[in-house]
Nanobody, 124 residues
Framework: QVQLVESGGGLVQAGGSLRLSCAAS????????MGWFRQAPGKERDFVAA????????SGADSVKGRFTISRDNAKNTVYLQMNSLKPEDTAVYYC?????????????????WGRGTQVTVSS
């Protein structure tokens, strides 16, 4: 079993930055690809970014490319999402997810473990 706990959300003005963290406990963290997803009110949960178990491969949604960066520190069992140039449309609950595979994925049903989410609100 893997437990995931997100932190770092909050209220920020448009154009600002936030860094989300997701701390993992349980089994060997580097064996798990990790992803970030988000869900805005009244909308489906969307893929944001993903990273392979070793950290060498990343992917991101078109809507966040050039603004958001996913990274991980396997020594700290933590994955990060650096969010720059935030826009009001980035407002959502952000979820960290872990997949029992080293290969990242963009579909939420391919992830096995989920955190409870952290709220990000971007004001205009």
């Amino acid at each position: 079993q893997v437990q995931l706990v997100e932190s770092g959300g909050g209220l920020v003005q448009a154009g600002g930055s936030l860094r989300l963290s997701c701390a993992a406990s349980g089994r060997t963290f580097s064996n798990y690809a990790m992803g970030w997803f988000r869900q805005a009110p009244g909308k489906e949960r969307d893929f944001v970014a993903a990273i392979s178990g070793g950290g060498s491969s990343t992917s991101g949604a078109d809507s966040v490319k050039g603004r958001f960066t996913i990274s991980r520190d396997n020594a700290k069992n933590t994955v990060y999402l650096q969010m720059n140039s935030l826009k009001p449309e980035d407002t959502a609950v952000y979820y960290c997810a872990g997949r029992a595979s080293m290969v990242p994925a963009t579909y939420d049903h391919l992830y096995d473990y989920w955190g409870r989410g952290t709220q990000v609100t971007v004001s205009s």
